[in-house]
């Protein structure tokens, strides 16, 4: 049974940092591509950030310059640390694994960021 748990979310002030933890289990994270999305309010989800199995890193291109993916593998956990936060980055981040043979997408339930101006 897959099941990643997203934590860290918080209220913040503009400027300041977040790191969001994706705990795996079921999987080892270092086979599958694992990304962070977000949902901000009224809006579609989108990609923030993705590491490969190899270990290569991908942003959403707005955002690449403030948030970085990381993980650590004795610790099957997913990080997103977060910095110059500002109020369009609140929003519902969601992490996803996605298996490399069949290419099937576990989510999970994601947690609250909100940055107040």
């Known amino acids: 049974q897959v099941q990643l748990v997203e934590s860290g979310g918080a209220l913040v002030q503009t400027g300041g940092s977040l790191r969001l933890s994706c705990a795996a289990s079921?999987?080892?994270?270092?086979?599958?591509?694992m990304g962070w999305y977000r949902q901000c309010p009224g809006k579609r989800r989108e990609l923030v950030a993705a590491i490969t199995a190899p270990g290569t890193t991908n942003y959403a291109d707005s955002l690449k310059e403030r948030f970085t993916i990381s993980r650590d593998a004795a610790k099957s956990t997913v990080y997103l640390q977060m910095n110059s936060l500002e109020p369009e980055d609140t929003a519902v981040y969601y992490c996803?694994?996605?298996?490399?043979?069949?290419?099937?997408?576990?989510w999970g339930r994601g947690t609250q960021v909100t940055v107040s101006s």
């Open positions: 079921g999987i080892t994270i270092t086979v599958y591509t």
């Open positions: 996803k694994a996605t298996s490399p043979t069949f290419g099937i997408n576990y």
